[in-house]
């Protein structure tokens, strides 16, 4: 089962991968490098999201691969992310 995120500013993305140091995420909508991007973690209950973007690559299927570092990510959200 793959964590999806709903973008606080619009749109959605899904997490591809995680770890304590990288996100990567398949994204509706790009984020610039440098710039710290908001969501959450759809599901019950629901969960605050931050990552701090390092890079976004447009795909030719037109979503957006975001890749970046979680922000303050207790160790039950990224265990929630990577389920």
């Given at each position: 089962?793959?964590?999806?995120?709903?973008?606080?500013g619009?749109g959605?993305?899904r997490?591809?991968?995680?770890?304590?140091?990288?996100?990567?995420?398949?994204?509706?909508?790009?984020s610039?490098?440098g710039?710290?991007?908001?969501?959450?973690?759809?599901?019950?209950?629901?969960?605050?999201?931050?990552?701090?973007?390092?890079?976004?690559?447009?795909?030719?299927?037109?979503?957006?691969?975001?890749?970046?570092?979680?922000?303050?990510?207790?160790?039950?959200?990224?265990?929630?992310?990577?389920?």
């Open positions: 089962m793959t964590a999806h995120v709903r973008w606080s619009g959605e993305a997490v591809t991968s995680i770890d304590a140091q990288a996100i990567v995420l398949r994204s509706t909508v790009p610039p490098p710039s710290r991007i908001e969501g959450t973690l759809v599901g019950e209950p629901a969960a605050k999201l931050r990552v701090k973007v390092h890079g976004s690559k447009k795909q030719p299927e037109g979503d957006f691969v975001l890749e970046g570092r979680p922000l303050d990510l207790p160790r039950e959200r990224m265990a929630r992310a990577e389920a």
